[in-house]
């Protein structure tokens, strides 16, 4: 019933840019909060962004000043813009929903973003 579908992945140099998106559907549930996850090879999946219904967003550390995410309630989609990419953001990145309600959280398939010369 649920469908998340991700898109905005891919091959940039170091110090470029990238904008993932993310499109919710298939619930008559209220989304609440919407984050992105990565996950790089050998390595734990990590919290990236999160946004609140409310609009309110928390970084980790490792991306604070170069990572905006934003949402657009009417399209139920949440989008992560990336600035200033360096190496270590190379990973498989996931958009994850919390749904109002009783749904459990939601996935997406993931996509790779690949930063390299």
């Known amino acids: 019933q649920v469908q998340l579908v991700e898109s905005g992945g891919g091959l940039v140099q170091p110090g470029g840019s990238l904008r993932l998106s993310c499109a919710a559907s298939?619930?008559?549930?209220?989304?609440?909060?919407m984050s992105w996850y990565r996950q790089a090879p050998g390595k734990q999946r990590e919290l990236v962004a999160r946004i609140t219904s409310g609009g309110n967003a928390n970084y980790a550390d490792s991306v604070k000043g170069r990572f905006t995410i934003s949402r657009d309630n009417a399209k139920n989609t949440v989008y992560l813009q990336m600035n200033s990419l360096n190496a270590e953001d190379t990973a498989v990145y996931y958009c994850?929903?919390?749904?109002?309600?009783?749904?459990?959280?939601?996935w997406g398939r993931g996509t790779q973003v690949t930063v390299s010369s």
């Open positions: 994850k929903v919390e749904w109002g309600g009783f749904l459990a959280d939601s």
């Open positions: 298939g619930s008559r549930f209220m989304i609440n909060a």
